[in-house]
Nanobody
Framework: QVQLVESGGGLVQAGESLRLSCAAS????????MGWARQAPGQQREFVAR???????NYADSVKGRFTISRGNVKNTVYLQMNSLKPEDTAVYYC???????????????WGQGTLVTVSS
């Protein structure tokens, strides 16, 4: 079974930092890209950041200059370093991946279970 597992959420004060981690496991042949989205209470899920297998990155305007997405040294992991956090960053953060499995070969889009980030003012 292929899955994404996030960790690293928590409660911080405005201006502080957090790092989220996401690990993909299972019968993975290749990961095309991994990223993060978030959903605040009463709002729709929104894109935060993405990194491709080639290392290209893109960010939502609201987090540019504060958040950094990177791939881990451990295969099939991705991190989201969040600096200068603001109360409006409070949300459940979800890891997302587009990948190809083997045995059988399938193209999948996966979502993790989410990790809560709360930023107090």
């Amino acid at each position: 079974q292929v899955q994404l597992v996030e960790s690293g959420g928590g409660l911080v004060q405005a201006g502080e930092s957090l790092r989220l981690s996401c690990a993909a496991s299972g019968s993975i042949f290749r990961i095309n890209d991994m990223g993060w989205a978030r959903q605040a209470p009463g709002q729709q899920r929104e894109f935060v950041a993405r990194i491709t297998s080639g290392g290209s990155t893109n960010y939502a305007d609201s987090v540019k200059g504060r958040f950094t997405i990177s791939r881990g040294n451990v295969k099939n992991t991705v991190y989201l370093q969040m600096n200068s956090l603001k109360p409006e960053d409070t949300a459940v953060y979800y890891c997302n991946a587009h990948l190809i499995t083997y045995a059988p070969t399938r193209y999948l889009e996966l979502w993790g279970q989410g990790t809560l980030v709360t930023v107090s003012s």
